[in-house]
């Protein structure tokens, strides 16, 4: 098959060597790093380059998104190819969202994948026996006819959202429907942790009836996959979890975990412990613990050899195991926080140092975590796949990619220039100011000066504007500082903990404001900066305000010092190369399609250090260089409108 015979539109400029690119590296079984920004197409040429070389050799594609709206995009580009050659495709969420007894109890909805996988199977057993408890839906849908749903899916491709409502309106359950239709499908769509969380890749295998060397992954929004890799493998204990196992104690009782030592006695001894942890390691939000801190305060409150707390742990497991049956014998959701407490005590006793990190994290909940520094952990069953594609519009650097997910070295990277007209976005920095903690420290003016920055540009440009700080606190500080009273538009906030609600909300009003100008003022690497667009005149200029270096934690300096010791560029992987691809999410939100202008300032000196990356100008009068910036973009739309106006006459008077 000819690579282009699926692709459903004309292809536009560098979407014929994506898709070959693609596809060559899946027929040499290679992982493909592709860095390709907004508007280069990268959903419809990923899947075409996949389809083209797999399915004449019936290998089958997990094409990984990490937002709704992602998937919905996979979605509908399949339904184009499919008019094309009929492809089978099916999008998969987890239970929370897709189980229709979870979406009406928000008890359930609360669940993990595994306490909601284990309640539907108990369910599943008594509907199948007839017993009380079973579930409605599922009797609905093995009442129902397989044959006419799978037409319906495998010919409109809907979206998840879409399914749901189809299966509601029949009081089927879309969950177990869309396991059966994985088997026939082609591509599946679905969030990272399908193929990352090791319990939910096997199950998702096996319905998928795909070996995984016969699988093809495609991950996108692909730089979201290094952190993302190291949560997956990270494990934390709150105060608050204790208090959740104080409640388990008060309902089931406190059983000893080892002679005259009870369920109790380790929630004690574990308080005290996350007390003294507080009290000695915490600095600001967090701070190193040594490796065997929590296991020596155990052992020597209860005079234990370690031997004896693996047992106690192992013991604190069989009793929260217990516990989970039970709920689920009565119909309520198998969640036990003994079992927590012993699988995070288990967890924390048996790591691989050299991958890890202990930490007490501070704050109203306190709490023990051990962090992950090595997301190629997680990251390693791409290496079994028959080929990976990951894309992104903000990868660079690629090598520091790959090497933080243990890619081969011989793996392809490329990067797509952007398809916009370059002079439609310019990128000026100030160099008389900066965040930098100490300079903030030493020179209270440079907040002022910042203000002023902000101030005068807000109220001299009328544009839909975004100020991104690169912290809440930082913000909170412009806000306590009264910036508000001394901008003269409309100025919205995101703030810290909004509901997902709440800030869409906030963003449609700011939209709306665009004829006026309104001002968001949002956060770098946050929900606003990583995840929304906003094409033609929602936004069209916008400040960064200082570097978004990652906190110095003591989490964030630990990475540093692995990535030091395993690659030899601690500081470049985890503190040049975030900061750069923060900003460009950021700069990124101005341009979406070809028409599109924007400006973005960045309010920090050390911009500079990023010239060799960003096309960045040095300006010496912000304001000015802004409005200059707009008058010659409005002058050209003007002259290209007006050509248009005379073509279409002309090409109506020679008709
Ligand atoms: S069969 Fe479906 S509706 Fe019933 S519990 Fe399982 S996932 Fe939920």
Redesign the pocket.
């Known amino acids: 098959m000819n690579e282009m015979d699926l692709f459903p539109y004309r292809p536009r400029s560098g979407q014929r060597e994506m898709v070959e690119d693609i596809a060559t590296a899946i027929r040499n079984k290679q992982h493909i790093i592709i860095e390709s920004g907004t508007g280069t197409g990268k959903t419809i040429c990923a899947l075409v380059g996949c389809l083209s070389a797999s399915l004449d050799s019936h290998k089958k594609i997990l094409y990984l998104t990490r937002t709704n709206s992602q998937q919905q995009q996979v979605l509908k580009e399949l339904r184009r190819i499919n008019d094309i050659r009929s492809v089978y495709g099916l999008g998969l969420q987890g239970?929370q969202s897709?189980?229709?007894?979870?979406r009406r109890d928000p008890e359930?909805r609360s669940g993990t994948p595994e306490e909601?996988s284990k309640?539907?199977?108990e369910?599943?057993r008594r509907?199948i026996d007839e017993l009380e408890g079973?579930?409605?839906?599922?009797e609905q849908?093995i009442a129902t006819s397989f044959d006419e749903i799978e037409r319906y899916v495998f010919s409109d491709i809907p979206t998840v959202e879409e399914f749901v409502d189809y299966c509601d309106r029949r009081g089927i359950?879309?969950?177990?429907l869309a396991k059966e239709l994985a088997s026939k499908a082609t591509v599946v769509t679905a969030p990272y942790a399908y193929f990352f969380v090791q319990f939910i890749r096997d199950t998702l295998l096996d319905w998928m009836s795909v070996p995984i060397s016969d699988l093809v992954v495609i991950v996108d929004e692909a730089h979201n996959l290094p952190d993302y890799a190291r949560e997956v493998k990270t494990l934390s204990l709150s105060r608050k979890a204790l208090r959740h196992v104080e409640k388990e104690v008060n309902e089931f009782g406190d059983l000893e975990v080892l002679d005259g030592v009870s369920i109790l006695d380790i929630v004690s001894a574990m308080d005290e412990a996350l007390d003294s942890a507080v009290e000695e390691y915490l600095l600001d939000e967090d701070g190193l613990v040594p490796m065997n801190f929590l296991e020596e305060r155990l052992m020597h409150a209860f005079t234990l050899t370690s031997r004896m707390l693996e047992l106690a742990t192992r013991e604190l497991m069989v009793q929260g195991e217990i516990i989970r049956e039970r709920k689920k014998e009565a119909g309520r959701l198998p969640r036990s926080y003994i079992f927590s407490l012993g699988a995070f005590l288990n967890f924390w006793m048996n790591i691989e140092e050299r991958y890890y990190v202990k930490l007490i994290l501070g704050g109203d909940n306190p709490s023990f975590e051990s962090y992950c520094l090595d997301p190629s952990i997680a990251a390693a069953p791409l290496l079994e796949c028959a080929a990976s594609i990951h894309m992104s519009g903000t990868l660079s650097p690629l090598v520091e990619y790959r090497d933080s997910l243990g890619l081969p070295s011989s793996s392809p990277m490329k990067s797509f220039p952007s398809p916009f007209p370059r002079r439609n976005r310019r990128i000026f920095f100030v160099d008389d100011v900066t965040t930098k903690y100490e300079d903030l420290a030493q020179d209270e003016e440079i907040v002022e000066k910042i203000e002023d920055y902000i101030v005068n540009i807000c109220n001299g440009v009328k544009r839909n504007t975004v100020v991104f700080f690169p912290s809440f606190n930082l913000l909170q500080r412009f806000l306590s500082d009264g910036i508000l009273y001394r901008i003269k538009r409309k100025v919205h906030i995101e703030d810290r903990g909004m509901s997902q609600n709440d800030l869409m909300e906030t963003v449609t009003r700011f939209k709306e404001g665009a004829e006026q100008g309104a001002v968001l003022f949002a956060v770098v690497g946050g929900r606003v900066s990583e995840g929304l667009d906003f094409p033609d005149r929602e936004l069209e200029l916008a400040f960064i305000v200082g570097i978004p270096y990652p906190k110095p934690t003591a989490k964030q300096r630990a990475l540093l010092h692995y990535y030091e010791m395993k690659f030899g560029r601690g500081w470049e992987y985890t503190v040049r190369a975030p900061a750069y691809r923060r900003m460009l999410q950021a700069i990124g939100r101005l341009i979406r399609t070809d028409t599109d202008i924007g400006v973005a300032i960045i309010l920090d000196r050390r911009a500079k250090q990023f010239s060799d990356r960003i096309e960045l100008e040095l300006t010496q009068d912000a304001l000015g260089d802004v409005l200059r910036f707009f008058e010659e973009r409005e002058k050209e739309r003007k002259v290209s409108s007006e050509k248009t106006k005379m073509r279409k006459v002309d090409t109506k008077s020679s008709e």
């Open positions: 239970r897709t189980c229709p007894l979870a359930l909601l309640l539907c199977t369910k599943k509907t079973g579930c409605r839906f599922y849908t359950c879309p969950y177990e």
